[in-house]
């Protein structure tokens, strides 16, 4: 099973811009799936993002089509989120998650391994 980290939050003001990274463990990444989700104090997690393991599929939720973009590089056991235009309901602690299949999923419950979470803070 795939160990995750992710990393590149912080504080950006409204209208900015953050990439987040998740890193994996093991050589057979690119046989994982991966999401990204958030959950926001007070608030139940979210999906946000999904990528099938060859890069060829993306998905998104509504709030962030267009704004955010989800890649991977399988060479460097590597997935990244590129947050554009922030707005302050993106603050949120950002996880990544695994799943071990060709295809993604918004479900939580269908990822195997998480990471520990990035805090990302966007100030209005």
């Known amino acids: 099973q795939v160990q995750l980290v992710e990393s590149g939050g912080g504080l950006v003001q409204a209208g900015g811009s953050l990439r987040l990274s998740c890193a994996a463990s093991?050589?057979?990444?690119?046989?994982?799936?991966v999401g990204w989700f958030r959950q926001a104090p007070g608030k139940e997690r979210e999906f946000v993002a999904a990528?099938?393991?060859?890069?060829?599929?993306?998905y998104y939720a509504d709030s962030v089509k267009g704004r955010f973009t989800i890649s991977r590089d399988n060479a460097k056991n590597t997935v990244f989120l590129q947050m554009n235009s922030l707005k302050p309901e993106d603050t949120a602690v950002y996880y990544c998650?695994?799943?071990?299949?060709?295809?993604?999923?918004?479900?939580?419950?269908?990822?195997?391994?998480w990471g520990q979470g990035t805090q990302v803070t966007v100030s209005s």
């Open positions: 990528i099938n393991w060859s890069g060829s599929s993306t």
């Open positions: 998650a695994a799943r071990r299949s060709y295809t993604t999923s918004y479900y939580m419950d269908d990822y195997d391994a």
């Open positions: 093991g050589r057979t990444f690119a046989r994982y799936a």
